[in-house]
């Protein structure tokens, strides 16, 4: 029999915020948890870019559903709120179509209805009320049995909802595209295209994506902060916080098996040859990689590939520090494309960056309306369009970033936003990088695509099929992105400490015989 040492010892691969997140929940349990990341530091995707003295969040800018971090806190007998300061938002975004066409949403529905009033008339905002009304059924029917749940099951939020729950969800039409559904409240392109763009926050066209990603719309509405320090603040409390729970962060060292034996996970073996052994192990990288053998062959089968086609949205962004003039700029601002079915058939259907993207800008130096820039009048962007993930298979060469740089520049200066870059000031970073970031991608940032309505039955849960071996992160359920990364650790975190007290009270009966 393993000796206890090693039967509580967990080895987690990755320290991105589900890693993290896993590694807080499971030491604050006792258990002798080691991280093992490739990168310098914790965050993974929560990526900072230098430039000069600048830092700039290249990753996620959004910061939602904080009570996923409060939570993990609190069950470890901490604070959030003193590990993390968090600001929140009233401009949850600025939209612009052209120079002239802008609409504000805020932190404040009824704000936004009468924004949504003057821009597009009374009988849209009262339809938008309705689909805020419906976003928050949608959210509340699925929060517990599916968000919470450590894998997705049809079966399992039909019983938790009950029939009720169920009849609410039908009148969602779940089986219907979200674009379909959103045609439903919203008479007005704009506001069609707007909401729609929430299907990416999933990495997923709005026009194959199910209703049910509104949900999304809902999250937003309940707020949206701003981390001081930046997002990787967040990164860096959460490694903080396992570590002082015990846990050992192993920077810039790389897991290149996963041993098994007699059958399960038995610990990894990294690329400088060290081997951890221990009883149970969790992925925090891309769940490809385990079907593409980056992790060895005893593994690669324990989760099912995901074909290229299935694979969500990649992005190619610009860091930088410049001047702007021309557009008032929030701390998030989107640019809309004029053709919006064609943008996703550009990248979903020819595998290609649009001709014309929508460009999301993140002002790091701005909140709400007011400015903090430095010196010289010159601030940290991000600036991101969404791109097909083909890093695997396409060349990003200095001709393809400057045709793209130019046509996402065109976009904002279609809209009066005039960007003084320059090219000291500036990094990019292609589907070909995120791939290298995050291998077995093609550069997909949030795993496969929410398209069909079962997609999002379909992303792996927890459990693997091989015993202690255990997934966790944003391309597993339930889903990508910062706070359901930090889900997914948990769910990991809960179904390995759930194994171990199966196999505890299996073991009982023996050890009492023996003695
Ligand atoms: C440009 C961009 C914008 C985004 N915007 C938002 C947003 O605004 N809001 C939001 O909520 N989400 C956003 N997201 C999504 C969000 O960032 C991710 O869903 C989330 O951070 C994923 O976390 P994760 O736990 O899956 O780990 P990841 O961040 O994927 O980290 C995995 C870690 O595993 C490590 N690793 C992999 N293989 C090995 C190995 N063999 N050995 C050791 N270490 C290994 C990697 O180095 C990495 O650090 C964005 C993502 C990107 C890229």
């Not at 993207?357 to 009048?377: F, N, S, W």
Request: with cysteine; proline share 5%; glycine share 10%.
């Amino acid at each position: 029999m393993r000796d206890l040492a090693a039967r509580n010892r967990v080895v987690i691969v990755g320290a991105g915020v589900a890693g993290l997140t896993s590694a807080i929940a499971l030491a604050a349990r006792g258990l002798d948890v080691t991280v093992v990341e490739r990168a310098a530091a914790p965050g993974g995707k929560i990526r900072e870019v230098g430039i000069g003295a600048a830092r700039i969040d290249s990753g996620p800018t959004v910061f939602t559903m904080r009570w996923v971090f409060e939570e993990l806190f609190a069950g470890a007998g901490l604070n959030f709120a003193d590990a993390v300061k968090l600001l929140p938002l009233s401009v949850l975004a600025r939209h612009a179509w052209d120079d002239k066409t802008r609409l504000d949403l805020f932190a404040d529905e009824a704000r936004s209805a009468d924004a949504i009033g003057d821009f597009a008339g009374a009988a849209e905002a009262k339809r938008y009320q309705q689909f805020c009304a419906d976003s928050r059924k949608i959210y509340q029917i699925l929060e517990k049995p599916f968000l919470r749940a450590t894998a997705p099951s049809l079966p399992g939020l039909a019983t938790a909802g009950g029939i009720g729950g169920l009849i609410e969800l039908r009148k969602i039409r779940p089986f219907t595209t979200m674009w379909n559904a959103l045609g439903d409240y919203f008479k007005d392109p704009r506001l069609r295209q707007l909401f729609g763009r929430y299907a990416t926050y999933c990495g997923s066209s709005p026009f194959q994506a199910p209703a049910t990603l509104m949900l999304v719309a809902h999250v937003e509405q309940q707020g949206v902060w701003i981390i001081e320090g930046g997002m990787h603040a967040l990164a860096r409390a959460l490694a903080d916080c396992a570590t002082r729970l015990g846990a050992t962060i192993r920077y810039e060292q790389e897991v290149r098996e996963i041993m098994v034996s007699g059958g399960r996970a038995a610990g990894v073996i990294l690329t400088n040859g060290d081997r951890i052994e221990a009883s149970s192990v969790i992925v925090n990288a891309d769940v490809g990689a385990l079907p593409a053998g980056l992790f060895g062959g005893a593994v690669q089968r324990a989760a099912a590939p995901i074909a290229p086609k299935l694979r969500s949205l990649s992005a190619m962004t610009w860091s930088l520090v410049a001047k702007t003039d021309g557009f008032p700029l929030s701390r998030h601002s989107v640019f809309f494309s004029r053709d919006y079915a064609r943008e996703f058939t550009d990248i979903f259907g020819r595998g290609e960056v649009p001709s014309e993207p929508t460009v999301y800008i993140c002002g790091q130096d701005r909140i709400d309306d007011e400015a903090r820039l430095r010196d010289g009048g010159e601030e940290e962007l991000l600036v991101l369009v969404n791109a097909p993930p083909i890093g695997d298979r396409k060349r990003f060469d200095a001709d393809e970033i400057a045709r793209v740089t130019q046509r996402t520049f065109a976009v904002l200066e279609r809209c009066g936003l005039r960007i003084d870059a320059r090219p000291d000031q500036t990094q990019v970073t292609t589907p070909e990088d995120f791939n290298r970031l995050f291998p077995a991608t093609g550069g997909a940032l949030y795993g496969r695509a929410s398209h069909g309505w079962s997609a999002s039955f379909e992303r792996p849960g927890a459990r693997t099929k091989v015993p202690g071996l255990y997934l966790a992160g944003g391309s597993t359920h339930p889903g990508p992105g910062v706070p359901m990364a930090g889900l997914s650790g948990r769910a990991a975190a809960t179904s390995l400490l759930a194994d171990l007290d199966a196999e505890a009270q299996r073991l009982k009966p023996a050890a009492s015989k023996a003695t």
